[in-house]
């Protein structure tokens, strides 16, 4: 069974920290090509966050370099999404997907909201 599901949303503070987590089914985990984080915004279109190939390469849009890390515990089939220095402009859903085998598979989103 095919299953990705994502974490650890909420409210924050700016400037303040939250991580967010992804666990993919075991064999999605194994096949994958790489996985991300996406978010979008009322009104905005979808966009790439962090990935992670099996390289492993990370990949960083640039509005987020040096405040979010992506990485993965293969132990237990998740991947993380550590944000610092929230910004207001950092809320959205969030969305984890997995590449693998020529599909792209989705979480059903997580919402992070920034405010004081």
């Known amino acids: 069974q095919v299953r990705v599901v994502e974490s650890g949303g909420g409210l924050v503070q700016p400037g303040g920290s939250l991580r967010l987590s992804c666990e993919a089914s075991?064999?999605?985990?194994?096949?994958?090509?790489?996985m991300g984080w996406y978010r979008q915004a009322p009104g905005q279109q979808r966009e790439m966050v962090a990935r992670?190939?099996?390289?492993?390469?990370?990949e960083y849009a640039d509005s987020v370099k040096g405040r979010f890390t992506i990485s993965r515990n293969s132990s237990n089939n998740t991947i993380y999404l550590q944000m610092s220095s929230l910004k207001p402009e950092d809320a959205a859903v969030y969305y984890c997907?997995?590449?693998?085998?020529?599909?792209?598979?989705w979480g059903q989103g997580t919402q992070v909201t920034v405010s004081s």
């Open positions: 075991g064999m999605l985990f194994v096949w994958a090509t790489w």
């Open positions: 997907t997995v590449m693998a085998r020529g599909s792209n598979y």
């Open positions: 992670l190939s099996t390289g492993p390469r990370k």
